[in-house]
């Protein structure tokens, strides 16, 4: 004959019970992803467009590039296209390129030609290509080198430009050529095309003006 348990002995069982099934909750929950419906937030590797990178992402395709500034200067751009080839600049050129202003710079050694896109205020290399140069290409493209320490400062370049034709600078370019390295800015007067103001890089005399 079974004897029936006490009300204590069974007030006792549930306590014990009742324990067990919090320390049992507790393990489960202490790691975090063992646990049902629990949610995880991925990494994202990513990364930021150029333009959200861009610390001043205010400038817009109407800035004028006589008085503005960029947080990459021309010639830190020039530093870090030559950290990545080893060649002498042929041309450098500051334009609006889809969302932000680009500097586009081409260096020469003796047998290649390199091109990089670096945005201005980004930093970011945008884009690069090196190509090998023919035979006949060689002598050309060696006229087209600039000494950089012969030119005179953008400064006066740009005001050269700007005793010529008034108006906002769109667009420069630093390029070397067979007569020359020339700098060349593209102004808008205010009304119709933008006009082409050529300026001689060792001298700072104007050279040509016009669309």
């Excluded at 870090?80 to 500051?94: H, N, P, R, W, Y």
């Excluded at 990089?116 to 006229?143: Q, W």
Aim: proline share 4%; hydrophobic share 35%; glycine share 10%.
């Amino acid at each position: 004959m079974n004897t029936p348990r006490s009300a204590s002995s069974r007030g006792w069982s549930g306590v014990a019970a009742l324990t067990l099934a919090l320390v049992l909750t507790g393990c489960g929950s202490a790691g975090g992803t063992d646990v049902p419906g629990a949610s995880s937030q991925p990494t994202s590797s990513s990364k930021p467009s150029a333009e959200e990178s861009s610390p001043h992402s205010d400038k817009g395709e109407d800035t004028d590039l006589a008085t503005a500034e960029f947080s990459l200067s021309w010639e830190d751009a020039l530093d870090q296209a030559k950290q990545k080839f080893d060649g002498d600049v042929s041309s450098i050129e500051l334009g609006w390129e889809s969302t932000q202003f680009v500097y586009t710079v081409k260096l020469l050694s003796d047998t290649e030609e390199y091109k990089t896109l670096i945005g201005a205020d980004s930093g970011e290399v945008l884009n690069e290509e090196t190509e090998a140069m023919d035979k006949d290409d060689v002598a050309e493209k060696s006229a087209e080198v600039i000494d950089i320490s012969k030119i005179v400062p953008w400064t006066k370049a740009r005001d050269a430009a700007l005793d010529a034709v008034t108006g906002r600078i769109d667009e420069w370019k630093l390029e070397g050529t067979g007569k020359g390295p020339h700098y060349q800015f593209d102004i808008a007067p205010g009304a119709g095309h933008d006009i082409e103001v050529t300026i001689a890089a060792y001298t700072g005399e104007v050279v040509s003006q016009g669309d």
